[in-house]
Structure formats: structure tokens, C-alpha cells
């Protein structure tokens, strides 16, 4: 399986690593929000949460736009869905494995059973 761009991919999965990360994706999936909306259900300072969307950023998961004096932060779908289309070639892959594996199986039981 190939891809287009394994460093996204990397990067993807890199920033997914973090819990924290993962839960600012997850309250960014529901609408944009502000670097302090985003903060404020974590027991750290904005200077970490901003750290941690520059890692998303880098990623490409995040964007950042500009509305007069807020900075708003939007989720990208792009980085999320190439991931998930390289997640679900291999389910597909694994599945045609257990799939043979059983017939396999059932090939043996009736051989065995005569």
C-alpha cells in the first residue's frame, strides 16, 4: 500500500499521539474556538495549548483564521481522512486474512470430521 505523502501521514499520527491533542480535534470537531476557549477545560497555560496547536498546525490538522482581534481555530478534515483511508486499506487487507483464515479452518473441521 502507497500513499502520497508518508511525511503527512507521520505528522498525522505524531500529532494524534497526545491525549491533549486529541481532545482539542475533538471540542475543534463541534466549531471553532479561540486559543482561551480552548485552554479552558485543561489545567495548563495558553502558552502549552498554543505549543500544541503548532503541532496540529504543522500537521495540517489545524488552521488558524483572523476575525478582528480574534484568532479563531478551525479543524482541517484533509490530514484526518488521508489517515483514515491508510487505516482502512489495512482493515480491509486484515480482514481478507481472517476471512481465508476461516474458510481455512472450516476446510479443515470438515476433512477432520470424516
Known amino acids: 500500500m502507497s500513499y502520497g505523502n508518508p511525511a503527512g501521514l507521520d505528522a498525522t499520527f505524531a500529532a494524534l499521539a497526545d491525549p491533549t491533542r486529541r481532545a482539542i480535534l475533538a471540542r475543534l470537531a463541534t466549531g471553532e ?8 477545560p485543561f489545567a495548563m497555560s495558553q502558552p502549552a495549548i498554543s505549543k500544541h496547536l503548532k503541532v496540529l ?3 495540517g490538522l489545524v488552521s488558524r483564521g483572523r476575525d478582528a482581534q480574534r484568532r479563531p481555530v478551525r479543524v482541517e478534515a484533509q490530514p484526518l481522512a488521508e489517515a483514515s483511508a491508510w487505516l482502512e486499506a489495512y482493515r480491509q487487507t ?21
Do not use: H
Not at 474556538?33 to 479552558?40: D, F, I, K, R, Y
Not at 486474512?97 to 474458510?103: G, H, P, T, V
Open 33 to 40: 474556538a479561540s486559543v482561551g476557549e480552548l485552554a479552558a
Open 57 to 59: 498546525e504543522k500537521a
Open 94 to 114: 486484515l480482514e481478507a486474512n481472517f476471512q481465508r483464515l476461516d474458510a481455512l479452518l472450516d476446510e479443515l473441521k470438515t476433512t477432520q470430521g470424516r
